[in-house]
């Protein structure tokens, strides 16, 4: 083996040698927000802060906790915590119920914090954002002196409660990982000259992309550390993988640049969109969970119009809760993160491309009407309703006839009303039992967008 090859490689011994001899420069800075939602509620609540709080979407024992502070993270509760579990280890925890516009809000507000010190050239989700750096940016001293004005920035003009991890790397994908080497309040830099040592005692799982079924999959072939996965060279990742994804992997660990700023790729359109919602008691029956599954329709046709996309399929999901003598019957029953036992059913429909809400709903009335009569499918307590196979509006090609019924001209008049005040003010009748229901939940994955006078 050559010098060249030894230094792309790691010693059998376990002494991890530099890939390359990169300069010692930072082209990323990644800011995670710490503990976001939970942090919020204790920015607008003063006597909320130094004590175990958790956001919920419902204040019912059976959900889960979608954030929580860290005095909850020290006691061990944590996101997906049952809320009935808090407050067993912790009477005394204070529950907030989560305000989506709020979160979006501050989120824009530290955005623009950010960009006061450095541009924001991503955003990942509603609690990161990303900037690349240029130039003189790029050295060490200098990239830290971005950070440390950015956590300045978001406590002078947002908030002392609100803090954040930034992590420093050569590429995207090394970025995000060290943001979340140090938590609450952390800054760390991965240089190339300490790569791939620097990375070595992580776990696969602190990879962005490999999940608990990814990491199964490697463990089958024969990968459960770290330092075994840094081992493989180039043409093993690719095969380990199956895909470019291992060799993008190979280069993004030994901080390559590599074109796509080391970051997971976009799908450039979108496939999906919809809105799923645990249904609140008094809706657990077949009339309130149509009225909800009514509302979710209502506002995934809206937000298919305001994004310019149109669907040619839908489908339904319903998740009914069993009795436990149900459950000791059926041999295939799931058990849901609230701990209920339950059956499943779901269907598809297919149409022509639309996004006028009373098409979509003439298809999952249709729907509705098959699902399955026994005993077990009695009492629903989950429902979803997601469109499939979305086209940009501009792609679609036009129809040789006209809209009879001007469908596309309702749904236009009830945008206007429901964009000015509200996105329930004007909908189908259908929908009125639930209009107060499943109301937009948070999301860390998508960012939230502002149609009119909400968020969704």
Known sequence: MDSKQKANTIEADGDFMPHDLQPDRFAFLHVDLNSFFASVEQQLHP????????????????TCCIAASYEAKALGIKTGTQVGEAKRICPQIVLVMGEHGVYADYSQRIAVAVERCCPVSHTPSIDEMVCQLMGREQEPLRARQIALAIKQAIKDDVGESLRCSIGMAPNRFLAKIASDMQKPDGLIGL???QLPRAIAHLELRDLPGVGSRTEVRLNAKGIHTMPQLLALDRTQMHALWNSVWGDRLYH??????????????DSAVQK?????????????????????????LHKA???????R????????????????????????????????????????ARFSPCQDTLTLLQALRGMWAQQPQEAEFARPFHVAVTMHNLIVENDLQASLFADPDHRADLATAMDTLNKKYGNTTLHFAGMLPAKESAPTRISFTQIPVKYGVDYM
């Open 309 to 348: 996309l149109t669907a040619s399929s839908m489908s339904v999901t319903i998740r009914y809760a069993l009795t436990r003598e149900q459950a000791e019957h059926r041999s295939k029953s799931k058990k849901h993160f609230s701990g209920l036992r339950h059956a499943g059913w779901g269907m598809e």
């Open 272 to 296: 999906s969109l919809g809105h799923s919602h645990v249904m609140a008691p008094r809706y657990r029956t077949p009339e309130g969970a149509w009225a909800v599954a009514h509302k979710l």
């Open 47 to 62: 006597e909320y802060r130094n004590r175990p709080l958790a956001v919920v979407p419902t204040m019912v024992d059976t």
């Open 301 to 307: 046709s809206m937000r298919l119009r305001m994004e």
């Open 252 to 265: 993004w660990l030994r901080g390559d640049e590599t074109g796509d700023d080391g970051a997971m790729a």
């Open 191 to 193: 240089l190339p000259s």
